[in-house]
């Protein structure tokens, strides 16, 4: 792992432990074991790492959406439905979610990057739920009810249990249109 990877997995670690306020160079600085003269060989300036967090973030989401639409690809909606309440807690770092959502809500390039994955794991439950009902109002309805809840999931306290959001899902596959 390079000494800049090392930077962004540490700050990923802070970010989720202490929100966006806790994303202090120095006290990054410190927990890794080196100096800021390091930091900023790899980065130029705080919001250059910034940004750094935020691609990581938003790659590795994508990259487990992708992993979730292909394992979701087949089958009826109650399938679909199933695959994303299993993979739900393990693709979701549910508390760097809720740190990048409330960062999201100060600062323009964390609402930017919240709004594209938002509108990913929409787009993906939209195409799960056309390919099965259609696509128009219904599908895009019937996206939002778990969309919503994977939203969800990250900003209530204390988090649901993994059996409790799998039971949630459940409902959903049974109300689900057909």
């Given at each position: 792992?390079?000494?800049?990877?090392?930077w962004?997995?540490?700050?990923?670690t802070?970010l989720a432990?202490?929100?966006?306020a806790?994303?202090?160079?120095?006290?990054?600085a410190?927990r890794l074991?080196?100096?800021?003269?390091s930091?900023h060989?790899?980065?130029?300036g705080?919001d250059?790492?910034?940004?750094?967090?935020?691609?990581?973030?938003?790659?590795?989401?994508?990259a487990?959406?992708?992993?979730t639409?292909?394992a979701?690809?087949?089958?009826?909606p109650?399938?679909?439905?199933?695959?994303l309440?299993?993979?739900?807690l393990?693709?979701?770092?549910?508390?760097?979610?809720?740190?990048?959502?409330?960062w999201?809500?100060?600062?323009?390039?964390?609402?930017?990057?919240?709004?594209?994955?938002?509108?990913?794991?929409?787009?993906?439950?939209?195409?799960?739920?056309?390919?099965?009902?259609?696509?128009?109002?219904?599908?895009?309805?019937?996206?939002?009810l778990?969309?919503?809840?994977?939203?969800?999931?990250?900003?209530?306290?204390?988090?649901?249990?993994?059996?409790?959001?799998?039971?949630?899902?459940?409902?959903?596959a049974?109300?689900?249109?057909?």
């Amino acid at each position: 792992m390079t000494t800049r990877d090392r930077w962004i997995d540490e700050g990923l670690t802070v970010l989720a432990e202490e929100g966006a306020a806790g994303l202090r160079i120095d006290r990054i600085a410190a927990r890794l074991d080196l100096t800021k003269g390091s930091f900023h060989h790899h980065f130029a300036g705080a919001d250059d790492y910034r940004a750094a967090l935020l691609e990581r973030h938003e790659r590795e989401q994508a990259a487990a959406l992708a992993a979730t639409a292909a394992a979701a690809a087949d089958g009826p909606p109650e399938v679909a439905l199933a695959v994303l309440a299993d993979r739900v807690l393990d693709v979701l770092d549910t508390d760097r979610e809720r740190a990048v959502r409330a960062w999201s809500a100060s600062d323009p390039a964390a609402r930017a990057a919240q709004e594209r994955l938002d509108a990913a794991r929409l787009a993906l439950l939209e195409r799960l739920w056309a390919e099965r009902i259609g696509e128009g109002e219904q599908s895009r309805t019937a996206a939002l009810l778990p969309h919503l809840l994977v939203a969800g999931i990250s900003a209530v306290h204390p988090r649901p249990s993994r059996a409790e959001i799998r039971a949630v899902f459940a409902l959903l596959a049974e109300i689900a249109p057909a």
